[in-house]
């Protein structure tokens, strides 16, 4: 949950009363004091402050509450509690800049405020503004010791910008100021988990589930820290416990898929793929992982089925498409196959550098005093394995280098297999013409 507008980063006051509602109430409010309008500025009807959600709203709802936000601010000019809801929606359409100015507005018309000038902070945040933020939310920390959010939003800063022990440190002072509170474990027990301090993560998230027992992703981020630490079995467990709390919870699904999946039960974790993918339809990481559950299992042609109906969606998605690309390869159909090594990194990195017609995985017959660089691929064994190519290349008439793991580029010089031998970091003097 980084430098969110909806959960703990702001919060409705009435009459010095803290609440909390949503921001679909805030629009049905606003709506509500629309229709009197023409009556007068001051007869509008409207929510006292910035409201606070658990989730975020469609896009189409924000931007109804944006224009009667905006209508409404133009009678308003000088109703902080308008301005913060305009900047609220404005920061739920990703329109950061707008709703840092507009929230600077509501600062200056409400100076003592936390809630306007952090969220003029966080929307800083979100536009990569960190040198801006992190001295805003600092000095809110000292403003307002009795408060936890400006702790929260530093530790979500700072974890950000993968400044762990400092992230970690500001949740811990968000979670003794507000020892209750769900995300004030969850979040210092994320950074925990990405460090990776496995053991302290799962003690972390414990703790929270023991807060909140129905939070579904402080349960999931467990399960995701008991996989990383290798404990399947707990993570079963776990697994099947929020299931039974939460049947229709897609990620529990293919959490629980994974789980099994690493202790070799691969076609126990079919139908769990599956179901998470039939409640996610739409979501492209169940859909891939199920398709390499069915290739795994050997049920190739519904897995390529399955993976290419991703591909047509997301074209796009070169991590993804390696998945679909490796069934193809490992199951001879080469020509599909090997289309993604030219989305690949390494093949875009040496194109970049040698320039876009020198690698090639078909040879001319007339090779001779051709210059011909040869790439590695996989892992050391492999590149022994091909290296035997080598010396039939040369006997053709070319001229060989071979671009050779750090590791046994000096055997591979020994061997004089090759003319020249170059480190995996290097790049021959002359450039090759294959």
């Not at 009197?36 to 409207?46: D, I």
């Not at 017609?357 to 005093?369: F, H, M, R, Y």
Request: glycine share 6%; hydrophobic share 35%.
């Amino acid at each position: 949950m980084l430098l969110n507008y909806n959960k703990r980063a702001l919060q409705h006051q009435s009459g010095g009363t803290l609440r909390s509602n949503s921001f679909h109430d805030a629009i049905r409010q606003s709506s509500i004091g629309h229709r009197h309008v023409s009556h007068g500025p001051r007869t509008l009807t409207q929510p006292s402050g910035i409201t606070q959600s658990a989730g975020r709203c469609p896009a189409t709802s924000v931007s109804a509450a944006l224009r009667e936000f905006e209508h409404a601010a133009q009678f308003a000019k000088s109703d902080p509690a308008i301005l913060g809801n305009l900047a609220q929606a404005y920061a739920e359409l990703g329109r950061h800049a707008e709703a840092q100015q507009t929230f600077r507005k509501a600062s200056r018309l409400e100076p003592r405020s936390l809630r306007y000038t952090q969220g003029a902070a966080i929307a800083l945040a979100q536009q990569g503004k960190t040198a801006e933020a992190e001295p805003m939310l600092q000095r809110l920390a000292e403003r307002f010791p009795d408060a936890s959010s400006p702790w929260y939003n530093l530790g979500n800063l700072y974890r950000k910008g993968n400044r762990w022990r400092e992230s970690e440190n500001c949740f811990r002072e968000a979670l003794r100021r507000e020892p209750g509170n769900t995300d004030a474990h969850n979040n210092p027990a994320s950074v925990l988990h990405s460090q990776p301090r496995f053991d302290e993560a799962i003690a972390e998230y414990r703790a929270c589930i023991n807060t909140n027992p129905d939070d579904v992703a402080v349960r999931l981020n467990l399960v995701s820290a008991l996989i990383d630490a290798g404990r399947f079995e707990q993570a079963t467990e776990s697994c099947r416990d929020l299931l039974s709390r939460a049947p229709a919870s897609p990620e529990a699904h293919r959490f629980l898929a994974a789980a099994l999946s690493h202790q070799g039960n691969v076609i126990d974790a079919l139908p769990s793929f599956a179901r998470a993918a039939r409640l996610a339809p739409a979501n492209s990481l169940s859909q891939h992982a199920y398709g390499g559950a069915l290739a795994e299992a050997g049920q190739v042609r519904h897995a390529l089925r399955t993976l290419t109906a991703v591909q047509k969606r997301e074209p796009d998605a070169d991590a993804q498409q390696q998945i679909l690309r490796s069934v193809l390869l490992s199951h001879g159909m080469l020509t599909d196959g090997w289309s993604a090594y030219r989305r690949r990194p390494a093949y875009l990195r040496f194109t970049e550098k040698l320039g876009p017609d020198t690698l090639s995985q078909q040879l001319s017959p007339a090779i001779s005093g051709k210059h011909i660089l040869v790439l590695r691929e996989q892992g050391l064994g492999d590149e022994l394995f091909f290296l035997r190519y080598a010396p039939r290349l040369r006997k053709s008439g070319a001229k060989v280098t071979v671009r050779a793991s750090a590791k046994i580029a000096t055997l591979m010089m020994r061997a004089s297999c090759a003319d020249a031998v170059i480190s995996s970091d290097g790049f021959p003097d002359t450039s090759p013409d294959v």
